[in-house]
C-alpha cells in the first residue's frame, strides 16, 4: 500500500503523463491505447490522486 502521499501523487501525475501523450500520438493516428484503456488510466490517475489527498490529510492531523 502506498504510504507516502507524495508517491500517490507522483504515481497520478505519471499516469496523465501517459493520458496526455497518448493523445497526442492520437492526433496522429498512432494512438497507443484504445478509448477504454483512456478512460481506465483517467481513472487510475484520479484515484491515486484521491488517495494522495486522503494521506496527506491523515498525516496533517
Known sequence: ???SGALAFTASGLL???F???LILGRNA???LDP???MLILF???TA???GTLIREAQQN
Open 36 to 38: 477504454a484503456g483512456e
Open 44 to 46: 487510475a490517475a484520479a
Open 49 to 51: 490522486f484521491g488517495i
Open 20 to 22: 496526455v501523450v497518448n
Open 1 to 3: 500500500m502506498i504510504k
Open 30 to 32: 498512432a494512438p497507443i
Open 16 to 18: 496523465m503523463l501517459v
